[in-house]
């Protein structure tokens, strides 16, 4: 079953301090938001990722989510109470009808994979699921002066956490009724699944998926991750590989090309099993061959029906996919295409920005490049396009 998850980041909260609201303070070089967004795009089964933020925080969006990341949505505004964010979120997913909606506070950033696939699971089952720890602390009820007023017993009691999942259709259907009955003062998504009937279950969490709301606690993320950082630069040596990729192909009668990404008109096509992106092919090898991981006719044979028309991102994000599955990580990929039309210029940040959302990462760490072959060769006489491709990684060592 399809699941899409919608991060709320609508809330203006500054008690963290600060000049910006907690989920866009910087924890270890990368907004909060963003590594919430990332530990649910690389979920098992997560296929959509949509936040939804506050109106005037939309460029503080583009500055901490990188521009065309792989399976996030363009973000949407909320509304003025976080039940109205979510509907909005929930709205927003209604084309892409995924099975399972996961609904998570974009300050949780630890959330952890294992947690999200065990919600998710939980919905599987039928009914709703939401993260949730048992009360550890006695619990006391305040009186007048300070004092103690009662000793409340805590048994049975739990905390509500995020991730809470459910069906999708379901969930959204109880939020637009509860929406038109009027009701808005719901704290979080079970209590409007619990109000329209619907069944919700306890999946055990734990206290690393603590939220970030004052200044103590984003304190406490900083040292997590740097904890994190050290423990990763202390123990894991990393060596820098690099590989190279050269691709070519012909022309054919057409109206369009595919080069990096990007749908270019022209007067050709390229000719090819696959869409025939000429870049990407290129790319891909580079980063197969920094991982000596064979090249891009061996994991996707052109022998095989299922790639037949595919688009070229497919065969990037897989060989990113290898990179992650290494433990490394790619620094910077850089791609020229030779050829004398189409002119590439006009489309050199959308195709770096379509490379860096297959890859994840940021824009800076793609270069595309074009230069004309002064009418020589192949290329010169306009008979097919080339491409060559650069791509360094970091792996442990
Ligand atoms: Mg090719």
């Not at 399976?71 to 003025?80: D, E, I, T, W």
């Not at 509907?87 to 952890?112: M, Q």
């Not at 991982?291 to 028309?309: M, T």
């Not at 009418?375 to 080339?386: C, H, K, V, W, Y």
Request: proline share 5%.
């Amino acid at each position: 079953m399809s699941i899409a998850a919608v991060i709320v980041a609508a809330g203006r909260g500054t008690r963290a301090g600060g000049e910006v609201p907690k989920q866009y303070a910087l924890i270890g070089g990368e907004a909060v938001l963003w590594r919430t967004v990332q530990a649910f795009r690389s979920a098992p089964g997560v296929t959509a990722v949509v936040v939804v933020v506050h109106p005037d925080d939309i460029d503080l969006y583009r500055r901490s989510v990188p521009t065309g990341a792989e399976n996030v949505l363009p973000p949407v505004v909320g509304g003025a109470t976080r039940q109205q964010s979510v509907r909005a979120g929930l709205e927003a997913l209604e084309g892409h009808a995924p099975g399972i909606a996961l609904i998570h506070d974009a300050a949780r950033p630890f959330i952890d994979g294992a947690t999200i696939a065990a919600v998710a699971a939980a919905v599987s089952e039928g009914r709703g699921a939401i993260c949730a720890v048992p009360l550890a602390d006695t619990l006391k009820r305040a009186g007048p002066g300070g004092t103690i007023a009662a000793t409340v017993d805590r048994a049975g009691l739990w905390a509500a956490h995020t991730p809470q999942g459910f069906r999708f259709a379901e969930i959204l259907a109880a939020h637009r009724r509860a929406a038109s009955e009027g009701r808005s003062d719901f704290t979080d998504d079970a209590a409007v699944a619990e109000w329209a009937g619907l069944a919700v279950a306890l999946v055990p969490g734990t206290s690393a998926n603590f939220k970030i709301t004052t200044a103590e606690d984003l304190a406490r993320a900083r040292r997590i991750v740097a904890e994190e950082q050290h423990v990763q630069t202390r123990t894991t040596a990393v060596e820098p590989r690099t590989g190279t990729g050269f691709d070519v192909h012909r022309f054919a009668p057409g109206s369009s090309v595919w080069l990096c990404g990007v749908e270019i008109p022209h007067d050709a096509r390229l000719e090819g099993h696959s869409d025939a992106d000429v870049g990407l092919h290129a790319l891909t090898d580079a980063i197969l061959g920094a991982l000596g991981d064979g090249d891009i006719g061996q994991h996707f044979p052109p022998s095989d029906p299922q790639w037949k028309g595919a688009a070229s991102r497919v065969f990037v994000a897989d060989a990113a996919r290898r990179v992650g599955e290494r433990g490394g990580r790619i620094t910077n990929v850089d791609v020229t295409l030779l050829c004398e039309a189409p002119r590439i210029g006009p489309h050199r940040d959308a195709m770096r920005q379509a490379i860096a959302g297959m890859l994840g990462i940021d824009a800076g760490r793609v270069g595309v490049k074009a230069t004309t072959t002064e009418s020589l060769g192949f290329t010169g006489r306009r008979e097919g396009i080339a491409a060559m491709a650069s791509a360094t990684l970091l792996l442990p060592a």
